[in-house]
């Protein structure tokens, strides 16, 4: 072998070496049913839905069981036979004081306080008993734990579910907030636009919302104001969305509906958009964007894309000016991404492994 080539080889099993050694796993816990998980804040611990409907909150740094939260039997009949609902998405706020949870083709929310473990506040948004009616399709909760935000599916034509039933909810009152006397809702086509994902800004002044329809949407937290259409691609449907943690920035993720190989990097466009303020907006197209996260001085977006298997997912990191680069390592199933990008959590069999990411994105 030549030595070019040879220094070629060296050069890129370094580069190899390099990048695998910046993930490192923090801790694993095995035999878990994890079905949904959500990092605490302070990246102390992690709250994972299981299969039994309960929430455990596990200590990262003790490796521990920290706290199991019951948050109620809610059943779905199957063939006669009773299964639990499956915990499909759980969201906590800033402050770490509370966490709501959405169970899979329901249409109950709940939010729960975390010291106590006590439900501060549930509410069936179901208006009909037909099972097409809809589901509830994503949550978010403000930085201080006082709203719940709410985004339904359409439901179905012949029961008279044309418009997408979402809501913004003040936990202390119970009570549906409303924009200029509007539901949280503007589309044209609403059984084709569902709202997908949804994300507070960190001040709760703005909510941000993404749909089927390939637009991003800022509410402004005031029950005078009429939302503002910020951004559209109409060849993309938005699936993901969350504001940095200046909230002068937001991202948002999709794929288009045509084949995209999982090797290929996401293409990431930045542009400026206003709304009284002027944000920044970050789009990732094509691939299934699962999760979105800055990193602590948002000069970094991490981008996790669903993959074919035996890669199920990838994740790319990418920083203004430069093209996204795969952190290369064998994540698994990822089901969460911590607030700040430094920590993956991912299923490999039946382990939860909490994946370190600090060197990656600092």
């Not at 455990?56 to 609902?85: A, M, P, T, W």
């Not at 944000?279 to 981008?303: P, T």
Request: net charge neutral; hydrophobic share 40%; with cysteine.
């Amino acid at each position: 072998m030549s030595e070019r080539k040879e220094h070629t080889k060296l050069g890129l099993w370094a580069r190899i070496f390099r990048e695998k050694r910046k993930v490192t796993r923090i801790a694993h816990f095995t035999n878990v049913s994890a079905l949904a998980c959500s990092f605490m804040p302070d990246g102390k611990a992690v709250a994972i839905g299981c299969k039994d409907g309960q929430v455990r909150l596990l200590d990262l740094e003790q490796r521990s069981n920290l706290k199991i939260i019951d948050i109620g039997l809610e059943f779905n009949v199957v063939f006669g036979k009773k299964e639990y609902r499956e915990i499909a998405e759980i969201a906590i706020s800033r402050d770490g004081r509370r966490m709501a949870v959405r169970r899979k083709s329901s249409r109950s929310v709940g939010v729960w306080d975390l010291d106590t473990g006590k439900n501060v506040f549930s509410k069936d948004l179901s208006t009909c008993n037909d099972p097409l009616h809809g589901f509830t399709q994503a949550i978010a909760l403000s930085s201080d734990g006082g709203r719940l935000a709410s985004a339904c599916s359409t439901g179905n034509y012949h029961v008279r579910s044309r418009h997408p039933n979402n809501y913004l909810l003040d936990i202390e009152t119970g009570q549906e907030m409303l924009f200029g006397g509007h539901q949280l809702s503007v589309v044209e086509h609403p059984l084709d636009n569902r709202i997908n994902d949804i994300d507070f800004s960190p001040d709760g002044r703005f909510l941000i919302s993404v749909a089927d329809d390939g637009r991003a949407i800022v509410w402004a937290l005031d029950p005078s104001s009429y939302p503002q259409r910020l951004v559209e691609y109409k060849s993309i449907i938005l699936w993901r969305v969350c504001f940095s943690h200046s909230g002068k920035t937001f991202a948002a993720g999709g794929f288009s509906l045509r084949e995209w190989p999982s090797e290929t990097a996401p293409s990431i466009k930045p542009s400026i958009v206003g709304y009284d303020e002027k944000f920044k907006a970050i789009v990732a197209e094509h691939g299934e964007v699962d999760f979105l996260a800055f990193n602590r001085d948002d000069s970094k977006l991490l981008v996790s894309v669903s993959a074919k298997a035996p890669v199920f997912h990838r994740v790319w990191l990418w920083s203004e000016g430069s093209p996204a680069e795969c952190v290369e390592h064998d994540f698994g199933k990822v089901l969460a991404v911590s607030p700040d990008a430094s920590m993956i959590a991912s299923m490999l069999d039946d382990t939860l492994v909490i994946w370190d990411l600090a060197q990656v994105v600092q």
